[in-house]
T-cell receptor, first 115, second 111 residues
Framework: DSGVTQTPKHLITATGQRVTLRCSPR?????VYWYQQSLDQGLQFLIQ???????AKGNILERFSAQQFPDLHSELNLSSLELGDSALYFC??????????????FGPGTRLTVL | QKEVEQDPGPLSVPEGAIVSLNCTYS??????FMWYRQYSRKGPELLMY????GNKEDGRFTAQVDKSSKYISLFIRDSQPSDSATYLC???????????FGKGTTLSVSS
């Protein structure tokens, strides 16, 4: 158990809908990352938050957005869903110390199926 | 050319074999090199973490980084059926930044 929790485990929805995925980081970790894993693209970075502020963006679609709340949990919002958005969505957290190595711990993921 | 290349396999070996998993990369700015293991329908878990070039050993696992060749390896000695999983290499150029993953190699160890 990495200490990172994600809900829900599975989500089945229809095209055009909007969903929210939730992540609670490990106790003490300030940084949260969102990744998408699909069969053809592999694991790809979407967005990173650090202590409530957006820190970096990756291949995140404009239809997707995220935020990190004062209690450090994070939510990833996916809207106008398309069939191609079906994937595993992982959250990872890290302490983000200045310098040195910074380990990212992954949650169990949310499996999204868009029908 | 993709930033990180990894042979997807599958790789099938008998129990007790030595397994070699590899990734190549194109960006010489990468300084942090990781190997994650992912069981089916689970999140990736960190196996090995190295900085810059060199070797690192942890039990049956050895990670090697050759920055001059832009080549990283993970060796598993005395492989066990419980090692059957997908192994992902992950790289970053700074601590605390996004990881760039290979697509993963699926390993099957038969008893």
């Amino acid at each position: 158990d990495s200490g990172v929790t994600q809900t829900p485990k599975h989500l089945i929805t229809a095209t055009g809908q909007r969903v929210t995925l939730r992540c609670s980081p490990r106790s003490g970790d300030l940084s949260v990352y969102w990744y998408q894993q699909s069969l053809d693209q592999g694991l790809q970075f979407l967005i990173q938050y650090y202590n409530g502020e957006e820190r970096a963006k990756g291949n995140i679609l404009e239809r997707f957005s995220a935020q990190q709340f004062p209690d450090l949990h994070s939510e990833l919002n996916l809207s106008s869903l398309e069939l191609g958005d079906s994937a595993l969505y992982f959250c990872a957290s890290s302490l983000l110390l200045a310098g040195g190595m910074d380990t990212q711990y992954f949650g169990p993921g949310t499996r999204l199926t868009v029908l | 050319q993709k930033e990180v290349e990894q042979d997807p396999g599958p790789l099938s070996v008998p129990e007790g074999a030595i397994v070699s998993l590899n990734c190549t990369y194109s960006n010489s700015a990468f300084q942090y090199f990781m190997w994650y293991r992912q069981y089916s329908r689970k999140g990736p878990e960190l196996l090995m973490y190295t900085y810059s070039s060199g070797n690192k050993e942890d039990g049956r696992f050895t990670a090697q980084v050759d920055k001059s060749s832009k080549y990283i390896s993970l060796f598993i000695r005395d492989s066990q059926p419980s090692d059957s999983a997908t192994y992902l290499c992950a790289l970053s150029n700074q601590a605390g930044t996004a990881l760039i993953f290979g697509k993963g190699t699926t390993l099957s160890v038969s008893s």
